[in-house]
């Protein structure tokens, strides 16, 4: 396993800008007493930059009296202190002390800040690092004495606490509510802070493990807490035990560390068992392969040594539910697993799951699907026979046990290339092949059996079928046409023999493009060879073609279509009207005639006794129309009636007699 690992969150918690530079308003410097007279003092880095003479240190006794014990405190202040650091100090020390004269002199470099929080941590852990930057100092004070730190100007930024050097300085609170999460990349741990110390802040943490030869440090170094509300926010732990021993107890404490590196009173020790995660994962790619009656498993090999065996389970679908197949656990040596319970063609998905030590499953692997092959293919059809109907053959043969559906083929005459004569399976032991126009002569049928695995038996008995003749008759010939009277003339003959066409069919559209619409719903006799359509309007356009019909009721394709243009009808006059009056319920004439021919209007004129002047009573009025009333009768008068028929152009015809009635 991977070596401990230090949780430290972003490189801007390095700074520390939220715990020690905001303490710099009110000015600290943390001071330690190990009570054999040895005082060693740290204070923060600087928020803008050093003053430019350095810190002045001061000590001031029970008296008052301050005595300056350093001064220049900056860094690289002393080259002494300074060549005794490894390069790998030395040199960013350097570097720093010329940033800060060009952040003192304001021109900051950009990677000033980072730095600097950088050469603090650095400080924070390594003493003899944090005098050469001007940030510690050790004293040996004759009694009782406070701190401060004083710029050039001999202003005051930073005061310790009162230091005794007989007594040693209490270290840090003891980390409070250490929490333990095994998880698959180790032992999460968490805990708090204890209750703060008055001007000795506590930087840092250590973890120690006794997993049965005594506690020890975990780690390479100590543990920085960071950005607290960062950490918070992405649920991640203070620290992650990467090299706990596995499936066993460990006892874990947290100590806290000041900045002197004193350790404070170990936490409350917390005893956990550490289970073997990897144990319990599941395969990581489990396949599924189908053979006749059987779906066999596979998986690689466990990630743990400790994984005690497997379960498998199956579905009829992805989502589940899932059944458990294995009775008992698969042993953990084998890493396969055969399925012979299934119905043939159906699709089955199954999940591996892994038994820790303690024969607990884990998560369930991906599903992998198969499908469940019989053993064997259904038995050929038997019984295969036909009917002939007037559009279709109709087909049935015995049921086949095990077969989930059929396949019909058929051939014409003696060929070999069957064809299928349905585009899918077909469920029942009846088939309608319908008979199109050309199909005519023997045609071959033969039906196979499809299981539910899509394995297919062996083609029944082929059936021959005799068709009648079955070809569509000629295109009959549109040999002359007219729109005379009113209305459109066609006539025509038979395509080919006549004796094959039967009837004919006359279809008419408003365009050439346009959908034509059949004029006759019966067929004309075989003998017809014209056809009148009164039922046009004069002076449009119409598009008519023929088509004929034989005996079987197969149809030739339409002949090319002519364009008839419609005239106004020849109009007679009408006979004189037939006249009633009738009282109830409210007085009226009642005006019968004749209606015009095709498409004309009749249209009704009155003249009362005495008068010369014919007025209009009713019209133009609808075609096919044959009564009109006159519901203003002139009581005790004779009433005259005539009427004239019109065609849609408008033109007139001429006048009927007059027809009259005396009005009681």
């Known amino acids: 396993m991977k070596s401990s690992r230090i949780i430290l969150i972003g490189f801007s918690a390095l700074l520390v800008a939220g715990s020690l530079l905001a303490q710099e308003n009110r000015g600290y410097v943390a001071a330690a007493s190990d009570g054999n007279g040895d005082v060693k003092l740290f204070w923060p880095i600087p928020r803008a930059s050093w003053p430019s003479q350095g810190y002045t240190l001061e000590r001031v006794d029970t008296s008052g009296k301050a005595v300056a014990i350093a001064s220049g405190l900056r860094p690289n202040w002393n080259e002494g202190l300074t060549k005794a650091l490894p390069q790998s100090q030395s040199d960013p020390l350097i570097k720093l002390d010329a940033m800060d004269r060009q952040a003192a002199a304001g021109h900051p470099p950009e990677d000033y800040a980072g730095l600097k929080g950088f050469m603090f941590i650095n400080a924070a852990t390594d003493f003899n690092f944090a005098k050469a930057c001007g940030l510690a100092w050790e004293d040996h004070p004759p009694g009782p004495a406070v701190y401060r730190l004083k710029d050039g100007a001999g202003n005051v930024l930073g005061l310790s606490l009162a230091v005794d050097p007989r007594e040693i300085t209490p270290p840090a609170a003891a980390p409070q509510g250490v929490k333990a999460e095994v998880t698959a990349q180790g032992v999460d741990l968490d805990w708090e802070a204890g209750p703060p110390t008055p001007g000795m802040p506590e930087f840092f943490f250590r973890v120690k493990r006794d997993d049965g030869g005594g506690m020890k440090v975990l780690g390479k170094g100590p543990i920085f807490p960071g950005n607290e509300e960062e950490r918070r926010k992405q649920k991640l732990p203070r620290f992650t035990d990467d090299t706990a021993p596995l499936e066993q107890d460990v006892t874990y404490t947290v100590v806290a560390l000041d900045v002197f590196g004193r350790e404070s009173s170990p936490s409350q020790p917390l005893k956990i ?132 559906g059929y396949r019909v083929e058929k051939t014409a005459g003696e060929g070999d290339r069957w064809a299928y004569a349905g585009n899918a399976i077909v469920m029942d032991t009846r088939f309608d092949d319908p008979i199109v126009l050309g199909m005519e002569g023997v045609m071959r049928y033969r039906v196979t059996a499809v299981s539910a695995d899509n394995q297919a038996s062996a083609p029944s008995s082929e059936l021959k079928v005799e068709l009648p003749p079955n070809r569509a008759p000629a295109v009959p010939k549109i040999t002359g046409f007219d729109g005379m009277n009113g209305a459109a003339h066609i006539q025509f003959i038979p395509g080919g023999d006549p004796e094959k066409a039967q009837g004919f069919i006359v279809l008419r559209s408003a365009t050439r493009a346009g959908e034509p619409r059949v004029l006759n719903s019966k067929p004309l006799d075989g003998t017809t060879r014209t056809f009148t359509d009164d039922q046009v309007v004069p002076g449009q356009e119409y598009w008519y073609s023929i088509v004929a019909v034989d005996s079987a009721q197969n149809r030739s394709e339409a002949c090319a279509p002519v364009a008839v243009r419609v005239g106004d009808p020849v109009l007679q006059a009408p006979a004189a009207p037939k006249l009633q009056y009738l009282e109830n319920p409210f007085p009226r004439v009642v005006i019968s005639f004749d209606p015009g021919p095709g498409a004309t209007a009749a249209v009704v004129e009155r003249q009362l006794a005495g008068s010369t002047e014919w007025s209009r009573v009713a019209g133009p009025l609808a075609p096919g129309t044959a009564q009109a009333l006159d519901t203003r009768p002139p009581k005790g008068q004779s009433v005259s009636y005539r009427l004239y028929y019109q065609a849609l152009s408008g033109a007139t015809g001429p006048l009927s007699r007059a027809a009259t009635l005396k009005v009681p």
């Open 273 to 404: 068992f550490v289970p073997d995660v990897a144990a319990s994962f599941p395969p990581a790619a489990v396949t599924a392969d189908s053979k006749p009656g059987t779906i066999t498993l596979s998986w690689p090999s466990p990630q743990s040594p400790r994984t005690a065996g497997y379960l498998v389970e199956r579905s009829a679908f992805s989502q589940g539910p899932y059944t458990m197949l294995t009775q008992k656990p698969i042993p953990a040596g084998t890493l396969s697993y055969s399925d012979g319970s299934g119905t043939p063609g159906t699709h089955y998905y199954y999940r591996v799951y892994s038994l820790d030590p303690r024969q607990k499953p884990g998560a369930p692997s991906h599903a992998a699907a198969a499908v469940f092959l019989g053993l064997s293919a259904p038995a050929s059809p038997e019984g295969l026979e036909a009917s002939k109907g007037a559009d279709a053959i109709s087909l049935k043969w015995n049921a086949v046990k095990g077969a989930a």
